[in-house]
Structure formats: C-alpha cells, structure tokens
C-alpha cells in the first residue's frame, strides 16, 4: 500500500470574459494522514501525461476531445482521472518527482536520495535548487579520546569510542 490516495470528489465550471469556460477538477491528497487539497484543469493533467510518457508508462488518459459541458461526460471525465491519478500510484514503486509536483507533495518519504535534490530533466527553476541540511560541528576531533589531564572527560564520546575500537580496552578509572 503507497503512502500517497488520491481521490477526485468534485469539479466545478470557470467562466471568465478572458478566455471560454473550462472545468476544474478538484483533488483530495491522503499523505501521513494529512490531507491537502490541488486544483487543476484537464489540460494540466494531459501536460503531466505528455511528461510522464518520458520517464513511465503511464496509464491511457481520459479522451481530451469531449463535449465538456455536459454533467454526465464532465462526471465520467472526473472518474477517468482519479482513475488515472490512483493507477499510478498503483503501478509505480517510486512515483515521479513531476508526478509529485503535479500532487503538490514536497516531502515524500520513499523518494531515493538521487531525487532529493530536484530532478535534471525538469524545465522548473524551483525544483533544481539542492536544498542543504543542517551539519553536525564538533569542536575538536570526535574520535580522539580527552586527554588524561581533561577534568572533564566526556563520558559518551569515550564510552562509543572505546566501545567501537576498543572494545577490549577496560574504561578508565576517575579518582
């Protein structure tokens, strides 16, 4: 079971003087039992199949020439693509970083680490950017056990360093 569902439960009509009406289709996304919401167009979703054809094969997408102004083909449109969303969760292990993008998923658990710092072939500025993590200082070699005059012997480090080098090695003694 993917730690990714989606679901499609709705769509509504956009209609503006600009450009003629469209559909949006709404999208429910369940990761680690939180739910955000997306919001596309059938356009959108026939630019993420044209992009995935390059790195999966992708399942058949719902026919982009409908008359989409009648409810029940907009309503079997809308069931085609949560289809088509969920078989690919289904049929891939490791989903796509545009799939994730698509999702608006930014933190996704079973990513591999050669994904994790933003993917070559994308066209987006934002996902090529390595993102850094924060580093672990040490004020002085870790490794090397305090010396004997230290007052202050740092117990844990010498107790893993003796464990994992020497652990033959009896502790030293604190008097």
Known sequence: ???VRV?????RSENNSMEKGYTVFKIDVLMNGRQHSVEKRYSEFHALHKMLKKSIKPPEIPSKHVRNWV????EQRRQGLELYLQTIIMENGVLPKIFLDFLNIRHFPS????????SFDTESEESSKLSHQPVLLFLRDPFLL?????????????GVVH???YPDLQPRSFH
């Not at 679901?7 to 769509?11: L, V």
């Not at 409810?71 to 907009?74: A, D, E, G, I, M």
């Not at 990513?111 to 933003?118: A, D, H, L, W």
């Open 146 to 158: 305090p010396s004997a005059h230290d007052t202050f012997a740092n117990v844990v480090i010498e």
């Open 1 to 3: 079971m993917h730690p």
């Open 7 to 11: 679901s499609i439960p709705s769509f």
């Open 71 to 74: 409810p029940k083909v907009l």
């Open 111 to 118: 990513v591999p680490k050669t994904e994790s710092c933003g």
């Open 163 to 165: 464990g994992v080098f």
